[in-house]
């Protein structure tokens, strides 16, 4: 009888030591190696640069190149430095969100369809 996952393997984070499978394919004038989605899900310091390292007949070590530094959003980090001023001078005006507000929500977003598994590209939404 299968056991449930802990919570912390429901998500797609997968422990280090996870077997993904790849395969060869043509990229441009060149060869490449393409792997499970679940590998960058799981693991997002491989979607910079790379380096592979041939360690045996049969046998390649790939390692991140350069550890990829998430950079601050300054008009983010701006907001966030502003919104937490604004709640430390006057917490008592924050408020729930309202039913009339969440009901309007709802009716604006009817008929909209959003999957998690879509792509949402390469460039950073904001």
Same mark, same amino acid.
């Given at each position: 009888m299968p056991t449930a996952k802990p919570k912390s393997m429901r998500t797609s984070e997968k422990p280090a030591g996870t077997e993904y499978r790849g395969k060869q394919t043509r990229t441009g004038n060149s060869f490449g190696f393409r792997f499970d989605r679940a590998l960058f899900k799981s693991h @997002? +310091?491989?979607? *910079? %640069? /790379? #380096? =592979?390292? /041939?360690?045996? @007949? *049969?046998?390649?070590l790939v390692s991140v190149a350069e550890p990829v530094v998430e950079r601050a959003d300054p008009m983010m980090a701006a907001f966030l430095a502003f919104l =937490?001023?604004?709640? =430390? #001078?006057? @917490?008592e005006r924050i408020q729930p969100? *309202?039913?009339? !507000? =969440?009901?309007?929500m709802d009716r604006l977003l009817k008929g909209v369809? /959003?999957? @998690? +598994? %879509?792509? !949402? *590209?390469?460039e950073s939404l904001l």
């Open positions: @997002p +310091e491989f979607t *910079g %640069e /790379v #380096k =592979a390292q /041939v360690i045996a @007949p *049969g046998r390649m =937490a001023s604004d709640i =430390a #001078k006057a @917490p969100m *309202g039913r009339d !507000l =969440a009901k309007r369809s /959003v999957s @998690p +598994e %879509e792509s !949402l *590209g390469e």
